[in-house]
């Protein structure tokens, strides 16, 4: 009696060598986007590179070979600046009025979206379109009126409260436009357990909003932040002498040492670093705060 043996089929290789082609195939996306993309990053890096690599140099290099390397590389010009008193003054000006800016537009930005995310009240509506009406007026419209406002009838020019109040006043439409759908997003049913549990209004907003909107409150914050960091026209204005702040300090310097384009190089780049830094470190955070005010 003879036994017949059946071999297991074996699968054919078709698939895998069709699945191991396509692998080996671009799946990252369109190369044209790809390329576009950067050469929209070289466009925007490029100038900050070739600043931060002209500190490096010497004027005679720069006006030899612009376009190349340092060839010796110089820190000359960065130590200089560091170096400098006038520096550090308009860094400390510069802290203090984006400090104070900021937290006056998180602690009155919340305090303000908390009612128009939360509370149903007839107006709710036509006030948050109040808000929303402050995007369309940048502080520059009305730089004149302020600088006279604020010079002759309050006694803040020169001061850092002078340049601070109004950037948050400017900063505050953008900050409850973001937190309202954010503090709107968080779940009643929080609020209505919090309340069964004699917890007030104003204690859920303390004890329990205010930390579950972490998120967004950093955004806002570090826009805030940022803003003022760059701010020019206002505090050109209104401050003078020791009070200026970093830009202003970078056009002074500019214009006395106008003949001095690799120190004026390092002065710009030494002055971007702490806001560059500063939105680097939070971009994460950012990213999460607009996505919540998205999702609400």
């Not at 950093?218 to 960091?229: D, E, I, K, P, R």
Request: with cysteine.
């Amino acid at each position: 009696m003879t036994t017949s043996t059946q071999t297991p089929a074996t699968p054919t290789t078709a698939p895998s060598r069709r699945r191991r082609g396509s692998a080996g195939r671009f799946q990252g996306g369109n190369p044209v986007v790809y390329a576009v993309a950067f050469l929209v990053v070289c466009a925007t890096l490029g100038p900050v590179v070739y600043g931060v690599l002209g500190g490096f140099r010497s004027n005679a290099q720069l006006a030899d070979a612009p376009a190349s390397l340092p060839d010796p590389w110089i820190f000359s010009n960065y130590t200089g600046v560091v170096t400098d008193p006038s520096f550090w003054q308009y860094t400390l000006n510069s802290v203090v009025v984006a400090v104070v800016t900021t937290a006056i537009v998180v602690v009155f930005g919340v305090m303000a979206a908390y009612p128009l995310a939360r509370y149903a009240f007839k107006g709710r509506e036509v006030l948050f379109m109040v808000f929303v009406a402050g995007l369309l007026f940048p502080a520059t419209v009305a730089v004149v009126p302020l600088f006279i406002l604020l010079t002759q009838n309050f006694g803040l020019g020169n001061t850092w409260w002078g340049v601070a109040l109004p950037q948050a006043a400017f900063a505050l439409p953008m900050t409850v436009v973001i937190l309202r759908p954010f503090l709107k997003a968080l779940p009643k049913e929080l609020e209505e357990a919090a309340q069964l549990d004699g917890t007030s209004r104003i204690g859920f907003f303390w004890r329990i909003l205010i930390p579950l909107s972490g998120p967004g409150m950093v955004t806002v914050g570090v826009l805030a932040f940022v803003g003022s960091w760059n701010a020019y026209l206002l505090p050109l204005l209104l401050l003078q002498g020791d009070m200026k702040t970093l830009p202003l300090g970078v056009a002074d310097f500019s214009s006395e040492h106008s003949s001095d384009t690799a120190g004026v190089f390092a002065f710009t780049t030494l002055a971007m670093i702490p806001a560059l830094v500063f939105f680097l470190a939070m971009q994460k955070r950012i990213v999460n705060g607009l996505q919540g005010a998205v999702k609400g």
